[in-house]
């Protein structure tokens, strides 16, 4: 049985004239870690200063509960049609949230926006702010996983790899730590630099990391290489899934002869380019399709195959399923294993 709990803002504190209240729309699967990072800056912020300087409420679409990503259920303190259009307002959405359709929860967001309020989003729930047409205009993040997705989602909508990112009145994050990151930035805009500082040791996070981070480690630490020209060649390979280069190209890009760049993925990788390559493009095609609602088809051209079948036929041979019974299988609900 899900757990079950409540969350209301803090009232223990010697209140300001006007604390700046955080409403969250929680959706199916919502994201723990980030709600969790996130609300707790707001408590631990008003703790430290002795003031109640946030408070915060919980929506759903209807006003029951919702069950995060981790089965956790929690309480909404109300309905999103039950409360004054707030002024700020975060989505939370985890796996599942690009497919989540409601045309209340839509209508709802659009509204707001047209009210001037401060949007924003952490994870997945990027694509419900798409969907409701508040994001355009507007740059954006999400997880890095979900960037190919989004992308062919959303091709007008200007999409970075950033931790978090803050354009105008919409404000997306990443997810994960980088929540914690991003609140830290809201309070210091806030409160000042001292107050963020006090929060951050408390949580004992001795790095806040910019928004314009990027998500993912640097590529030699995240391969434990260090040979320039190895790097070099996987760069360009990562930077080109949908038009694939040829080995002669990318041999080029690295400035190494074809034999030497054959001797330098089997030294340190243990397979050829062309396999690193071809697995490459197929491990992105996979998170597509689990993290996301393109046909087949779509996710085949975006990662370079020339057709669904041969696209198939190398997914089969590599994952020992077909693209569609992994993601029948998959549920398109549950997170990408390692």
């Excluded at 919502?30 to 200063?49: C, D, K």
């Excluded at 599942?96 to 401060?118: E, H, I, K, N, P």
């Excluded at 730590?177 to 210091?188: G, K, P, T, Y």
């Excluded at 041999?251 to 330098?264: A, I, T, Y």
């Amino acid at each position: 049985m899900a757990a079950t709990t409540s969350v209301t803002s803090s009232r223990d504190k010697r209140p300001v004239s006007s604390p700046r209240r955080y409403a969250f729309l929680l959706v199916p699967d919502f994201p723990l870690m980030s709600f969790s990072s996130v609300v707790a800056v707001l408590r631990t912020a008003n703790w430290i200063s002795g003031q109640t300087l946030y408070d915060w409420i919980a929506l759903t679409s209807d006003g029951g509960p919702v069950t995060a990503g981790t089965g956790l259920t929690l309480m909404a303190d109300a309905a999103i049609d039950d409360v004054e259009p707030p002024a700020l307002v975060l989505v939370g959405a985890g796996i599942g949230g690009w497919s989540y359709q409601d045309a209340r929860t839509f209508a709802w967001l659009r509204d707001l926006g047209r009210r001037g309020a401060v949007i924003g989003a952490f994870e997945t729930g990027s694509w419900l702010l798409a969907r409701a047409g508040v994001l355009y205009g507007h740059r954006c993040t999400v997880h890095w996983e979900d960037i190919p997705s989004f992308r062919e989602s959303f091709p007008d909508i200007e999409i970075t790899d950033s931790l978090y990112e803050i354009d105008g009145r919409r404000v997306t994050c990443s997810g994960g730590s980088a929540a914690l990151d991003l609140m830290l930035h809201l309070v210091a805009n806030d409160h000042g630099q001292e107050l963020a500082g006090a929060i951050a040791e408390a949580f004992l996070h001795d790095q806040v990391r910019e928004g314009d981070r990027h998500q993912r480690v640097s590529l030699d630490k995240r391969m434990g290489i260090d040979d320039d020209r190895l790097l070099a060649a996987v760069l360009a390979m990562e930077q080109h899934i949908e038009e694939p280069l040829s080995l002669q190209q990318i041999s080029r890009v690295c400035m190494v002869p074809m034999r030497s760049l054959e001797r330098l993925f089997k030294m340190h990788l243990g397979c050829a380019p062309s396999a690193y390559y071809r697995d490459l493009r197929l491990k992105t095609a996979r998170r597509m399709l689990l993290h996301g609602s393109e046909s087949i088809l779509d996710v085949a051209l975006a990662t370079g195959f020339v057709s669904a079948s041969h696209f198939a036929r190398c997914y089969r041979s590599a994952y020992g399923r077909s693209p569609r019974d992994d993601r029948i299988r998959m549920g398109m609900r549950r997170p990408l294993l390692p």
